[in-house]
């Protein structure tokens, strides 16, 4: 940076004095700390892709149909929802770290069973219990990234915390599928590599977690244990409705391309490589954390608006991808869906947020994420189902008109809104 651009260095106020020794080492503490569990964060929720473009090596080697690929896949999505009801919550009473810590542990669970040459029921068991790890780690990991953050910079705003979690989260997702992808493509044994650099990850990542600086004091008397509570009474009943309607329509479009569309372009589009199954998935999930970090500071109706064109413009160009046999349509189309299924999340979790009674926002917040992982399931397996029967592109457009569907109630529910 140039003298003409540097800002002024300006003393400390006598209102913000400087801080102490102790004061400096602890912040040191937590700014070493707040990136330690970005990283575990992002190498668990990488993790939980690895499958994505090994799905068609799957099938071709033991036969699976795309209706047994999104069981796998539903497998995972139960898992997560059942720890996000049982288990989101408890770091609250017993720490970050006592929760994460364990989490990374099912994902390493997770990636021994996908090294043991694993039978379909293996595969079931592996997903779910990696959905059971991200479950617990998800709200977790948020939440101590937030903590961390806010203690070394107790006077600064949260967009570092906003972009870091954000790419961590749904960033880490592209990643996992891309490296997966790739190293499948070009390293040997492509069934068994990407889970042991994953496995060594993943043990770093426990090392990081106990390295971090622990957030929350357990408390010596713990609240009575129950699942966590879920509402959609918040004032607002339809702006509720349609914040949870454009979360599953964000998802829907997630699972998709973490469960079949790495199929689809081996099979409707004739291109079966690993690393473009991967780069597909990227292709999604890149854009999205991109779109959300770069709208910050954008006004809640624009980021809405935007999203909805967003998603629904990919879904057309996508399924007329599909239709002309056109990979860089597809492309197209399924980066345009990511820019507008992730302004679209954002969007319905700033509204929930901004809505709930403080005393009730976990609540709301939790009936969000139930829904919008409902939509990360229930449309995959749909189209399961429907490839025994029709066509893989008959059963996307199908998807595609269902989806949206969902994006007009949402346009017309908000509009409705904005003009009371």
Do not use: C
Not at 25 to 37: I, N, S, T
Not at 192 to 207: D, E, K, M
Request: charged share 10%; no cysteine; aromatic share 8%.
């Amino acid at each position: 940076m140039s003298a003409l651009t540097r800002p002024p260095v300006t003393a400390p106020s006598p209102a913000e004095p400087s801080p102490s020794a102790p004061q400096r080492v602890d912040r040191a503490r937590h700014h070493l700390g707040f990136w330690l569990v970005a990283m575990a964060f992002m190498t668990a929720m990488a993790f939980s892709t690895v499958p994505a473009p090994l799905y068609p090596l799957y099938q071709a080697r033991s036969g699976f149909s795309t209706f047994m690929i999104t069981v796998i896949f539903a497998a995972y999505t139960v898992g997560v929802v059942t720890s996000l009801l049982l288990a989101g919550h408890v770091s609250d009473w017993v720490g970050r770290k006592k929760v994460l810590i364990p989490a990374l542990g099912l994902e390493l669970v997770a990636a021994a069973l996908f090294l043991s040459t694993p039978s379909l029921p293996l595969l079931i068991v592996a997903r779910l219990i990696s959905g059971i790890g991200v479950g617990m780690l998800t709200a977790t990991a948020t939440a101590h990234l937030h903590e961390l953050h806010t203690r070394h910079r107790p006077e600064a705003s949260g967009l570092r915390f906003e972009a870091v979690s954000t790419a961590a989260n749904i960033g880490g997702i592209g990643v996992g599928a891309l490296i997966s992808g790739v190293l499948a493509q070009y390293v040997s044994g492509p069934l068994r590599t990407p889970y042991l650099v994953f496995a060594g990850l993943l043990l770093l990542s426990i090392v990081a977690v106990a390295l971090a600086p622990e957030t929350v004091e357990e408390k010596p008397v713990r609240p009575a244990y129950r699942p966590q509570r879920i509402s959609a009474d918040h004032g607002d009943r339809a702006a509720y409705i349609a914040a949870a309607a454009a979360g599953f329509a964000s998802f829907a479009v997630f699972g998709v391309f973490t469960s079949v569309a790495p199929g689809f372009v081996g099979g409707a589009l004739h291109h079966p490589s690993p690393a473009l199954a991967g780069l597909v998935v990227f292709a999604v999930f890149g854009p999205a954390a991109l779109a959300q970090t770069l709208t910050s500071r954008m006004r809640p109706t624009a980021r809405l608006a935007t999203g909805l064109t967003a998603q629904a413009l990919g879904l057309v160009v996508l399924t007329l991808g599909m239709r002309a046999t056109s990979l860089p349509a597809f492309l197209v189309g399924g980066v345009t869906i990511g820019i507008g299924a992730g302004l679209l999340f954002k969007a319905a979790v700033g509204a929930v947020a901004s809505m709930a009674a403080p005393a009730k926002r976990g609540e709301a917040l939790a009936g969000l994420f139930l829904i919008s992982y409902l939509g990360l399931s229930l449309p995959a397996v749909g189209i399961g189902i429907l490839t025994r029967y029709v066509s893989s592109t008959t059963a996307m457009t199908s998807l595609a008109v269902v989806v949206l569907a969902i994006l007009g109630a949402v346009a017309t529910l908000s509009r409705r809104r904005t003009s009371q």
